[in-house]
């Protein structure tokens, strides 16, 4: 009924509008486009024409319109939802009157005021409690609170208990501002209450899940912790004491730091204090300014036992005195210069005030004797000459094997002595015999300490990189040595053997050798063992000398010669002289020299190289062992060249070296570019040849921050210095973790570049 009445009055509003408006209106006095049905519709009527609407009343008392397309809608002024509202409102209610707004106990949106504290409360909680006018919460548990905030989250809850976001692209406002209109200090602006408190940071921006960081306090300690993606818990990055607890700072590894010293002395030596740049150059100014020894290096320890220890004045400008003596630190032996008259001095006796020095500058003591003028010969061996009536004497002195002939009156006096051979020389044992310049060289060439004149790498077979024992052919052995054959079906085995401690048949001693032993002998062709020295410049055109020890199980020939490889694109191979050496059961040096070719008018290809070869006998059974194998320039030969093992395995590995097969042991670290790739680089301990040959096993072992399993390798990108290899693991793992690559028991991992 309410209804009908409402549409009624609507429509006498209409009627009224209408006649009210008769002289600006269509004779329909409607809109131009409306007409209306004044019959109450008992269903939707025809559609009007094209760009007209109709209005009607249905049998359901409310007022509709009709447009041409035969779409309805409602046409009253309230819908029905509206109605019923209004119906709520008391009768001659002002809804703009803050008295009965808040006598109806609520809060109007422009303002209000509220008695009492507002509770916003729900299940399980106490809700957020606003105090009645700003006042404190008397029964707050912090008094001295304006608002308090509680909720009941539940053990297993990861809901927040107040949330707060904001959306600023531009990211340049605070998402939360604290002002305090205060101008005393002391109070915290910001405190944060809990059995330990923590604060976590978690980067929104980031490929989910993002890293993350935590600060927390743990006891004493204010900590700053952090984690990679995928760890299942926080690891301290750097750590705080309280003053009372030492006031100290630590860092995930090592002790703790409580002061960044500026003590320029060290004098704390203490583990907690940092030194500033400042205080560390002054220190080593301080240390580097001390010329005294401050370590007290000795010479022994720096290779100089056999060195005196003389006091020398090498720039004086007076000459010396008796009161140069061992109180002024001068012993015999020292030398004196007198730079202003070009005189040179030497001490015999530094007697304290007696000292003697001899001046040893040429023509010295009264200058040469005439050596015309003898009247005496003393220490001659031989026939005695006649001397002439003088005052001059000559005396030999030189020990046995001296002797002399001729006669001093006619200038004619000799003094001989027989000379040294070159084993003799090389020996340093015989004293009766005279030395010629080569003697001497040759004396020195083979008692000197030798200097990287052994063109052999691995001459005394110490390095096995490959394996220790090898059966088949075309293949390399020891390291730099290939053992091939020229033909037939031998069988024979290459391995290294040991010599037996404290053995003298071959000097030095060495620790291995070389062992080739043929079991079934060949029909035809011989087995060779060689070395590629590289560079056919290599001692070309020279006198080169071959020497080695060898012995076999029964007496055998077998031959060596020179091989000048013009490597790819240069000239035709040249081959040297064959020589033969016979081979006993029993160690014995062998030495040959050679002449090799002149290289002039040759073209150098890649790859060139000077080829040492060792031919064995094909047509029988045999064990024949090598060691110290040694090629040198010059027509002699020297002992074996001992160099430091780290040295040697340098040489050897420009062409080859192998990661080796010790299981656990660490390859590298790969960076993962994707979850399923990535790349780990490898440097070679010194520039190869070339570019080498990377040879990889199946798979390697491989862990990461949570797990662990296998990783395949390959090769990305190979240079001379380094390498680039592409790691798969065996799980798909996330872009930008670490991945540790570590060797099996049965794995390998190398770099070929040989000859």
């Known amino acids: 009924m309410k209804r009908i009445i409402?549409?009624?009055?609507?429509?006498?509003?209409?009627?009224?509008?209408?006649?009210?408006?008769?002289?600006?209106?269509?004779?329909?006095?409607?809109?131009?486009?409306?007409?209306?049905?004044?019959?109450?519709?008992?269903?939707?009527?025809?559609?009007?024409?094209?760009?007209?609407?109709?209005?009607?009343?249905?049998?359901?008392?409310?007022?509709?319109?009709?447009?041409?397309?035969?779409?309805?809608?409602?046409?009253?002024?309230?819908?029905?939802?509206?109605?019923?509202?209004?119906?709520?409102?008391?009768?001659?209610?002002?809804?703009?009157?803050?008295?009965?707004?808040?006598?109806?106990?609520?809060?109007?949106?422009?303002?209000?005021?509220?008695?009492?504290?507002?509770?916003?409360?729900?299940?399980n909680d106490t809700g957020f409690i606003i105090g009645s006018s700003g006042n404190f919460l008397a029964t707050s548990a912090a008094p001295g609170v304006i608002a308090q905030l509680y909720r009941d989250l539940g053990a297993t809850s990861d809901a927040p208990i107040f949330y707060i976001k904001a959306d600023n692209p531009a990211d340049n406002q605070p998402l939360v501002r604290l002002d305090h209109d205060g101008t005393g200090g002391g109070a915290a602006n910001l405190q944060l209450r809990a059995p330990t408190p923590q604060i976590e940071w978690i980067e929104t921006d980031q490929t989910t899940p993002a890293g993350k960081f935590e600060t927390s306090l743990v006891g004493d300690f204010y900590r700053i912790s952090g984690r990679n993606t995928g760890d299942t818990s926080f690891e301290r990055i750097v750590e705080f004491s309280r003053l009372a607890n030492g006031g100290r700072m630590f860092f995930n590894i090592g002790t703790g730091v409580n002061e960044f010293s500026i003590d320029g002395t060290m004098a704390g030596n203490s583990d907690d204090a940092v030194p500033t740049e400042q205080a560390v150059k002054a220190y080593t100014?301080?240390?580097?300014?001390?010329?005294?020894?401050?370590?007290?290096?000795?010479?022994?320890?720096?290779?100089?036992?056999?060195?005196?220890?003389?006091?020398?004045?090498?720039?004086?400008?007076?000459?010396?005195?008796?009161?140069?003596?061992?109180?002024?630190?001068?012993?015999?032996?020292?030398?004196?210069?007198?730079?202003?008259?070009?005189?040179?001095?030497?001490?015999?006796?530094?007697?304290?005030?007696?000292?003697?020095?001899?001046?040893?500058?040429?023509?010295?003591a009264g200058g040469s004797p005439d050596q015309n003028l003898f009247n005496t010969v003393v220490g001659d061996s031989g026939t005695n000459p006649v001397a002439e009536t003088a005052t001059d004497s000559l005396t030999i002195v030189g020990g046995a094997g001296l002797s002399t002939s001729g006669d001093s009156g006619t200038d004619t006096i000799t003094i001989d002595r027989t000379l040294a051979s070159q084993i003799e020389?090389?020996?340093?044992?015989?004293?009766?015999?005279?030395?010629?310049?080569?003697?001497?060289?040759?004396?020195?060439?083979?008692?000197?300490?030798?200097?990287?004149?052994?063109?052999?790498?691995?001459?005394?077979?110490?390095?096995?990189?490959?394996?220790?024992?090898?059966?088949?052919?075309?293949?390399?052995?020891?390291?730099?040595?290939?053992?091939?054959?020229?033909?037939?079906?031998?069988?024979?085995?290459?391995?290294?053997?040991?010599?037996?401690?404290?053995?003298?048949?071959?000097?030095?001693?060495?620790?291995?050798?070389?062992?080739?032993?043929?079991?079934?002998?060949?029909?035809?062709?011989?087995?060779l063992l060689r070395q590629f020295i590289?560079?056919?410049?290599?001692?070309?055109?020279?006198?080169?000398?071959?020497?080695?020890?060898?012995?076999?199980?029964?007496?055998?020939?077998?031959?060596?010669?020179?091989?000048?490889?013009?490597?790819?694109?240069?000239?035709?191979?040249?081959?040297?002289?064959?020589?033969?050496?016979?081979?006993?059961?029993?160690?014995?040096?062998?030495?040959?020299?050679?002449?090799?070719?002149?290289?002039?008018?040759?073209?150098?290809?890649?790859?060139?190289?000077?080829?040492?070869?060792?031919?064995?006998?094909?047509?029988?059974?045999?064990?024949?062992?090598?060691?110290?194998?040694?090629?040198?320039?010059?027509?002699?030969?020297?002992?074996?060249?001992?160099?430091?093992i780290g040295q040697e395995l340098l040489l050897a590995q420009r062409y080859y070296w192998s990661m080796g097969s010790?299981?656990?042991?660490?390859?590298?670290?790969?960076?993962?570019?994707?979850?399923?790739i990535g790349f780990l680089g490898v440097f070679y301990p010194i520039e190869m040849r070339v570019v080498p040959t990377v040879t990889f096993s199946n798979s390697y072992g491989a862990t990461w921050a949570d797990g662990g399993g296998t990783a395949t390798l390959s090769t990305e990108l190979v240079g001379v210095k380094s390498g680039l290899i592409k790691v798969v693991p065996s799980s798909s793992l996330t872009s930008g973790q670490s991945l540790i690559v570590k060797m099996g028991a049965s794995d390998s991992l190398t770099f070929d570049a040989e000859l």
Not at 59 to 86: I, P, Q, V
Not at 446 to 468: D, E, K, V, Y
């Open 285 to 364: 100014d301080a240390h580097s300014g001390n010329t005294a020894n401050p370590h007290s290096v000795t010479k022994a320890q720096v290779g100089l036992t056999e060195v005196p220890n003389l006091k020398q004045n090498l720039s004086a400008t007076v000459n010396p005195g008796v009161t140069d003596d061992s109180g002024s630190n001068y012993s015999p032996g020292s030398r004196w210069m007198n730079t202003t008259t070009d005189k040179a001095f030497v001490c015999l006796d530094a007697s304290v005030g007696a000292a003697v020095w001899v001046e040893t500058t040429a023509g010295a």
């Open 662 to 676: 010790e299981n656990g042991a660490v390859i590298g670290v790969a960076a993962l570019q994707s979850s399923a």
């Open 534 to 644: 590289e560079n056919v410049r290599t001692l070309a055109g020279q006198e080169v000398t071959l020497s080695f020890y060898a012995k076999s199980s029964k007496a055998i020939t077998i031959s060596s010669r020179f091989d000048q490889e013009f490597g790819s694109g240069g000239s035709a191979a040249v081959s040297g002289t064959l020589e033969n050496h016979n081979i006993t059961t029993s160690w014995q040096k062998f030495s040959q020299t050679f002449t090799t070719a002149s290289i002039s008018g040759k073209t150098i290809g890649t790859g060139s190289s000077l080829q040492i070869l060792f031919i064995l006998t094909d047509n029988d059974t045999y064990q024949f062992d090598i060691s110290q194998v040694q090629v040198e320039k010059g027509t002699f030969t020297t002992d074996f060249e001992q160099r430091p």
């Open 6 to 123: 409402t549409s009624l009055i609507t429509l006498l509003f209409l009627s009224f509008t209408l006649f009210a408006d008769a002289g600006t209106r269509r004779a329909d006095n409607l809109e131009a486009n409306e007409s209306f049905v004044n019959k109450e519709q008992s269903a939707t009527p025809s559609n009007p024409v094209a760009g007209k609407q109709k209005i009607y009343f249905k049998t359901d008392g409310n007022l509709y319109k009709l447009n041409s397309t035969g779409t309805e809608t409602r046409a009253d002024r309230f819908t029905s939802s509206e109605e019923s509202k209004l119906a709520g409102i008391e009768a001659g209610a002002d809804v703009t009157d803050s008295v009965n707004v808040s006598a109806a106990g609520a809060v109007m949106n422009t303002g209000g005021t509220m008695t009492g504290d507002l509770t916003i409360s729900g299940t």
């Open 425 to 527: 020389a090389e020996a340093g044992t015989e004293n009766t015999k005279g030395m010629t310049p080569l003697r001497v060289a040759e004396a020195i060439q083979a008692r000197a300490p030798p200097r990287f004149s052994n063109q052999i790498i691995n001459g005394n077979f110490r390095l096995w990189q490959r394996g220790t024992s090898f059966t088949a052919t075309g293949i390399y052995s020891a390291d730099r040595w290939r053992n091939d054959f020229g033909g037939g079906s031998p069988a024979y085995t290459v391995s290294r053997q040991a010599h037996t401690v404290g053995q003298t048949d071959v000097p030095g001693e060495p620790e291995f050798f070389l062992r080739h032993d043929q079991t079934t002998a060949s029909t035809s062709g011989s087995p």
